[in-house]
Every structure is written in structure tokens, then in C-alpha cells.
């Protein structure tokens, strides 16, 4: 169905492309999941091939990885925008997200501090892993929330969500 269609790993009919939808150019992020959004009604069928192997090779760090969760959020609350009232809207925003950040977005910079020095103590002592993976979790969650209120809040840094409807499918 529809949240299995990830572009990075999958391929399609060009001719389905053309004829019922294109990516909307204003989302930064998930923009091949708000495409199977609208393409969900039109035969779409997603498939899973465990022999296909895709691949993919680029550097991440906390900082870029942060950057993308906030980039994400951003993009996450234009799609509910645009699809108000829908599964795909309830999926991209997770409930409270806004208000998680008001109440925890001084705990950003001590968490980048601690995962640094967890980073660095993760190699001596593979125990404080489990530390470690809480922590990535927690500062990508509000991070995420981050670019959720800054898109809802009209950040100048975010594009507009209502500024017009979908491209047609």
C-alpha cells in the first residue's frame, strides 16, 4: 500500500507517473509518500522483493542527521496541510509535537552534549549503547517536532502549507 512506496527503493511505471501524478516540488522531504498518497486510489500496488538490494552510501553525523529531522518535520506538517483530516496527515504528525517542543526545546544542546561524550565512551564500553540509541531517539523526536511547529507557526525558514491544493491525480 501507499506507506511502503519509498523511492529509494522502489521503481514504477513511468507511463502511471505521467498520467496520474508528479512529485508536489514544495516538500523537501517525503515527497514520494505524499505522491502514493493521491496515486493510493488509482491501482497502485506495492510489492516486496526480498531479493532487490538497494544500496545507499552518504556520510550522516548528529548535526546533519538533526538538521534532515527538522527538515522532515517541516515537510511532515505541509503534507498534513495539504491533507487535512487524513490518514497520511495523523501518520506525519505525531500527537502533540508542537507542544513537545515548547516544553522541551532547551533540552536540545544538553542532549547533543551528551551523546557526544556517549559517542565518544560507546567505543571503550559497547554498555552504554542502549544510552546512546535513547538518546539519538530523544533528540531526533524533538527535533522532528521542531520543524513541525516552526512549519505551523510560519517560520519564515518553512514554506507556506496552504499556499495552494496538491497537483491533481
Not at 51 to 78: C, N, Q, T, Y
Not at 97 to 120: F, N, S, T
Request: include cysteine; glycine fraction near 10%; aromatic fraction near 6%.
Amino acid at each position: 500500500d501507499w506507506r511502503g512506496f519509498w523511492e529509494g527503493r522502489v521503481s514504477c511505471k513511468r507511463s502511471l507517473l505521467l498520467g496520474r501524478g508528479l512529485h508536489d516540488q514544495r516538500l523537501g522531504y517525503s515527497i514520494d509518500v505524499e505522491l502514493a498518497w493521491r496515486l493510493r486510489g488509482t491501482g497502485l500496488r506495492v510489492v516486496y522483493d526480498a531479493s532487490a538490494v538497494s544500496l545507499m552510501a552518504r556520510p550522516i553525523d548528529v548535526a546533519g542527521f538533526g538538521e534532515r529531522s527538522e527538515a522532515k518535520g517541516r515537510a511532515h506538517a505541509i503534507v498534513a496541510a495539504l491533507h487535512p483530516g487524513t490518514e497520511i496527515a495523523s501518520r506525519m504528525i505525531p500527537a502533540g509535537a508542537a507542544a513537545l517542543w515548547r516544553e522541551k526545546h532547551q533540552a536540545v544542546e544538553p542532549l547533543r552534549r551528551r551523546i557526544a561524550a556517549l559517542e565518544a565512551s560507546a567505543v571503550a564500553d559497547g554498555g552504554r549503547l542502549p544510552e546512546l540509541h535513547a538518546a539519538y531517539r530523544e533528540l531526533f523526536r524533538i527535533l522532528h517536532a521542531k520543524g513541525v511547529a516552526t512549519a505551523a507557526d510560519g517560520n519564515a525558514d518553512a514554506p507556506a502549507a496552504s499556499a495552494t491544493t496538491p497537483p491533481a491525480v
